[in-house]
């Protein structure tokens, strides 16, 4: 069975891709290990995950190590581009004028070059793991008792021309956001893998194309 180690930066990525990834991968003799980035030590060696500050000494160490593992044929990432720290490999083109998509490409470019090895896939959500639920707002609704808020969910949709993953990165309009703003009571770890597995990850890819594009490459590699 092929291995593939994919570092993500939270629980709710965690979830999702043992919960979702994991069971569409596994008929095809693929097994997905997703590993957090180790963010900090106690004196007591104890590994604390979250609250991504700084690339050279989170995210580069974690996967250079996962690179030295023979056992594994691949080594992907699952992070956030609303919450990159800025010392990320071209962190500027996130401010240069140019499509959401181009800026995206930009940084997973860098990132790819400055890893520089063939077993190593980038990926990094458009903008948030979040995005992705907008494939089916009416799945959204439908799991979060006491609110209906479909029609507000279906504008914001239409706003970024019906693709989830445009959705926009800023505090107060990360899709995250958004949906905290309708729906105080959501859970990303509950809800928001609740609503992924109603969807089903055949919508998911069909809806968000660069999400798509990195499951492409995982089954082919």
Same mark, same amino acid.
């Given at each position: 069975?092929?291995?593939?180690?994919?570092?993500?930066?939270?629980?709710?990525?965690e979830?999702? #891709?043992?919960?979702?990834?994991?069971p569409y991968?596994?008929?095809k003799s693929?097994?997905?290990n997703?590993?957090? #980035?180790?963010?900090?030590?106690?004196?007591?060696?104890?590994?604390?995950?979250?609250?991504?500050?700084?690339?050279? !000494?989170?995210?580069?160490? =974690?996967?250079?190590?996962l690179?030295?593992?023979?056992?594994?044929?691949?080594?992907?990432?699952m992070?956030? *581009? *609303?919450?990159?720290?800025?010392?990320?490999?071209? *962190?500027?083109? %996130?401010?240069?004028?140019?499509?959401?998509?181009?800026?995206?490409?930009e940084? &997973?470019? @860098?990132?790819?070059?400055?890893?520089?090895?063939?077993?190593?896939i980038?990926?990094?959500?458009?903008?948030?793991?979040? @995005?992705?639920?907008?494939?089916?707002?009416?799945m959204?609704?439908?799991?979060?008792?006491?609110e209906?808020?479909?029609?507000?969910?279906?504008?914001?949709?239409? &706003?970024?021309?019906?693709?989830? &993953?445009?959705?926009? =990165?800023?505090?107060?309009?990360?899709? !995250?956001?958004r949906?905290?703003?309708l *729906?105080?009571?959501? %859970?990303?770890? #509950?809800?928001?893998?609740?609503?992924? %597995?109603?969807?089903?990850? &055949?919508?998911?890819?069909?809806?968000?194309?660069?999400?798509?594009?990195?499951?492409?490459?995982?089954?082919?590699?």
């Amino acid at each position: 069975m092929k291995k593939i180690h994919i570092l993500l930066e939270g629980p709710t990525e965690e979830k999702f #891709v043992k919960e979702i990834l994991w069971p569409y991968f596994s008929p095809k003799s693929i097994h997905l290990n997703p590993i957090l #980035v180790k963010t900090k030590k106690t004196a007591g060696a104890q590994d604390f995950k979250g609250g991504l500050t700084s690339y050279s !000494s989170q995210i580069r160490p =974690d996967i250079l190590r996962l690179l030295n593992d023979s056992s594994a044929e691949t080594i992907t990432t699952m992070l956030d *581009y *609303y919450g990159l720290p800025q010392n990320f490999p071209g *962190y500027s083109a %996130k401010s240069k004028n140019i499509t959401p998509q181009e800026k995206l490409a930009e940084l &997973e470019t @860098a990132l790819a070059n400055d890893i520089n090895s063939p077993k190593f896939i980038p990926y990094l959500q458009f903008h948030e793991f979040e @995005a992705l639920l907008f494939s089916d707002p009416e799945m959204i609704d439908k799991n979060i008792i006491g609110e209906d808020k479909q029609q507000q969910l279906n504008r914001i949709l239409r &706003e970024f021309g019906d693709n989830p &993953e445009l959705i926009n =990165d800023s505090p107060q309009t990360a899709p !995250s956001k958004r949906l905290f703003s309708l *729906y105080p009571d959501f %859970k990303k770890t #509950v809800n928001g893998i609740t609503i992924a %597995k109603e969807i089903g990850l &055949e919508k998911l890819r069909e809806k968000c194309s660069h999400f798509d594009e990195w499951i492409g490459k995982l089954l082919n590699k």
